[in-house]
């Protein structure tokens, strides 16, 4: 299983630029960033692919619907986003969120040439995904549960003739009781939108128990060992005590790959 990085894109741009460096120095697979409300996550993935040179590098995600394909396409080549190194994530919520991310990804195909990535958290966004993408993005969810959603992907990809996509999942990756208090923030913030919230109650957890919350180094291999088997990659969404650069550096050198 492949291990990716993730920090919140609207972080310092120095927070950015140092993260990108350490995680393609230690061997991780990828680097992310999202694109939260007014910041824009192609800008902030821009200066991540300023500072590294083979690392894939992407955002999760851009929402179609406040964001169309032109508008997404245009971001791209203005940051200078590498298309060979680029994992373009795109989603989009009810209503209209199948037909909207079906001719999204059409339209960003013929755009561009790079890997599109759709987030999927239902059943029939599971098997879009695997129709129509070059890979998927599950969030907040248990092993168990994204084992099941990568069988509906496999399924979606089988009826369309075509290689299944690659299948990611952002864990949440918290160090100590400060970082833990802002996970169970953010966890309270998603189980407030509805979507994520009736998933919560599907998979019959609180949503703070589908991150790694940990006080050493020595817990996290034994916390990604449950994701084995479930996803192509882990992708570890830093949450830390505070936004620096010394504290999200702490998390990468913890989790590195081995």
């Known amino acids: 299983m492949a291990l990716g990085f993730a920090v919140f894109a609207g972080v310092a741009a ?31 993935l821009g200066d991540a692919a300023k500072v590294t040179r083979r690392i894939e590098l992407g955002v999760g995600v851009v929402p179609l619907h406040t964001r169309g394909p032109d508008g997404i396409a245009s971001g791209v080549r203005a940051h200078a986003l590498p298309l060979d ?30 890997r599109v990535v759709v987030a999927a958290l239902g059943p029939k966004m599971c098997r879009l995904a695997g129709e129509v993408a070059d890979g998927v993005l599950l969030n907040w969810v248990t092993p168990e549960y994204a084992r099941r959603s990568a069988d509906l992907v496999r399924e979606g990809a089988a009826a369309a003739r075509r290689q299944a996509p690659k299948i990611f999942a952002y864990v949440r990756l918290a160090f100590g009781a400060p970082a833990h208090e802002r996970l169970r923030r953010e966890a309270d913030r998603y189980a407030a939108i509805s ?27 034994p916390a990604l060992a449950k994701w084995g088997g479930a996803v192509d990659e882990v992708v570890l969404r830093a949450i830390t005590a505070a936004d620096t650069v010394d504290d999200h550096l702490v998390l990468l050198r913890a989790a590195k790959p081995s």
């Open 14 to 44: 120095d927070i950015i630029r140092a993260s990108a460096r350490e995680a393609e120095a230690l061997g991780y697979s990828s680097f992310w960033v999202n694109h939260p409300g007014a910041t824009d996550g192609l800008a902030s």
């Open 85 to 114: 190194r680029l994992l373009l994530g795109v989603g989009s919520p009810n209503p209209g969120s199948l037909a909207r991310v079906r001719e999204g990804v059409a339209e960003l195909r013929r755009t561009l040439e790079t």
């Open 195 to 221: 979507a994520y919230g009736a998933n919560f109650e599907l998979m019959g957890v609180k949503p703070e128990t589908t991150a790694i919350a940990v006080h050493t180094a020595d817990e996290v291999a």
